[in-house]
């Protein structure tokens, strides 16, 4: 069955600075997503990166997929307050439409 | 607006009580979901229907009973409510030969 790994669980970084935030799974995913979540919203569809070496960018965001390493990453480059927010990766396998979420990392971005 | 919607938002009761939540997608996918987070934000998958078929049911107690009447419905049903219980409920969509799932608001459930 899939697992999926996420660190940090916290985050606190200042504005201007680069991170990446790290996503492991166990085993053969079909799919990799990145999501983000608010404090009390809903889910927010970043990326879905589908084979190996997919890397896909959307503002200050890049996210990346190494299937023989079994990792993911989600970059941020120059973050500012805007995006402070949990961020999740999950994963799909077999076919099976199932989402496996990893833990989440609570980011906050400080001036 | 082409959405996941959920009713209602949020849903305070004691325990003990029967309660429902319903979803709606009007995006024309065929595969529902519910997903539960706890406390600590953690996401897992609950049950998924395709066109109206049962095809994922996780370790759920059998308190829990979804029902679809149509490609476009979900909802949950709780018997028997406990503190536990407590946490926010989100539906989902998604087209299974494409992927990528659009999710509901939430529903904020609270057993005092």
């Known amino acids: 069955e899939l697992k999926v790994e996420q660190n940090p669980l916290f985050l606190s970084m200042q504005e201007g600075k680069n991170y990446t935030i790290y996503c492991n799974y166990s085993?053969?995913?079909?799919?990799l997503y990145w999501y983000r979540q608010d404090p009390g919203k809903s889910l927010e569809s970043l990326f879905v990166l589908l084979s190996n070496g997919a890397v896909k960018q959307e503002g200050r965001l890049m996210a990346s997929l190494d299937t023989k390493a079994r990792l993911s990453t989600l970059h941020i480059t120059a973050a500012v307050h805007d995006l402070s927010a949990t961020y999740f990766c999950a994963g799909t396998q077999g076919g099976n439409e199932k989402l496996t979420f990893g833990t989440g990392t609570r980011l906050t971005i400080i001036p | 607006d082409t959405a996941v919607s959920q009713t209602p938002k949020y849903l305070v009761t004691q325990m003990g009580n029967d309660k429902s939540i319903k979803c709606e997608q009007n995006?024309?996918?065929?595969?529902m979901y519910w997903y539960k987070q706890d406390s600590k934000k953690f996401l897992k998958i609950m049950f998924s229907y395709n066109n109206k078929e049962l095809i994922i049911n996780e370790t759920v107690p059998n308190r829990f009973s979804p029902k679809s009447p149509d490609k476009a419905h979900l909802n949950l049903h709780i018997n028997s409510l406990e503190l536990g219980d407590s946490a926010v409920y989100f539906c989902?969509?998604?087209?299974?030969?494409?992927?990528?799932?659009?999710f509901g608001s939430g529903t904020r459930l609270t057993v005092v």
């Open positions: 995006l024309g996918h065929d595969t």
């Open positions: 085993t053969t995913s079909d799919r």
């Open positions: 989902a969509s998604s087209r299974t030969t494409i992927g990528g799932y659009t």
